[in-house]
């Protein structure tokens, strides 16, 4: 099995930054991707930004130019970069990753979840 654990998030006022970590670990052969989705309650968990192996990099576009993701394959880790933070940004970020486990088996996994919160 995968576990992906989130950190970096937390309170941060309107026009700031937050760098979210999220690290893979566990038995598996290879990731495919890692990516970063949010929440906001009463609403659907939206896709923020994808970094797939071997192609690159896909944001949404109300984060684009704001946001970056980047990993660090040595540790399994990839990491959202989050300038010029506004209250819409507001939500529960969630690290995905797409898996081959050992017997080849393609799993896709969530982690719990970090809260992000942008207000004055």
């Known amino acids: 099995q995968v576990q992906l654990v989130e950190s970096g998030g937390g309170l941060v006022q309107p026009g700031g930054s937050l760098r979210l970590s999220c690290a893979a670990s566990g038995s598996f052969r290879r990731i495919n991707a890692m990516g970063w989705y949010r929440q906001a309650p009463g609403e659907q968990r939206e896709l923020v930004a994808t970094e797939i192996s071997g192609v690159g990099t896909n944001y949404a576009d109300s984060v684009k130019g704001r946001f970056t993701i980047s990993g660090d394959n040595s540790k399994n880790t990839v990491y959202l970069q989050m300038n010029s933070l506004q209250p819409e940004d507001t939500a529960v970020y969630y690290c995905?990753?797409?898996?081959?486990?050992?017997?080849?088996?393609?799993?896709?996994?969530w982690g719990q979840g970090t809260q992000v919160t942008v207000s004055s």
């Open positions: 995905n990753a797409d898996v081959v486990l050992g017997g080849y088996a393609r799993v896709n996994y």
